[in-house]
């Protein structure tokens, strides 16, 4: 036998119980089993669990503020202008490219700051963001 390193100083004082049964565990009950488990004569119904998750209104599908409005159209449509440009073979100027570029970044920088905080201040912080 070789010399005993650290590992099999470690694993020398643990209890290990590696033997496995002779028998398969008992088989899945079946529907017709799980039936017979609650008799309508009982008074309590089965108890239902309550989600683990809290429910959150739904947001509307309009940002209610016309700054973020804006921001989504310049978002969206700096892009789209230069596409159909292009697909229509309409050559721009270099300040009209600059220019959807720079309308593009500062909409998406607008509504990256819009968005809501989760930090210290909220009550329910720290969360691990998960929202239905």
Known sequence: MTDRDDFDKIVEG??????????PADPAPTREDSQLEWAP???????VEEPFY???DPVPLLPRSRSVLIAWAALLCAPLALVAAT??????D????????L??????IYLILQLPEHGPSRRDWPDDGAVL
Do not use: K, Y
């Open 14 to 23: 643990l209890d290990l119980d590696l033997s496995f049964p002779d028998e």
């Open 41 to 47: 004569e009982d008074d309590d119904p089965p108890e």
């Open 54 to 56: 809290r429910r959150v």
């Open 87 to 92: 697909m229509f073979g309409v050559f721009l």
């Open 94 to 101: 270099r300040a009209i490219l600059a220019g959807a570029a």
């Open 103 to 108: 309308i593009f970044v500062a909409a998406a």
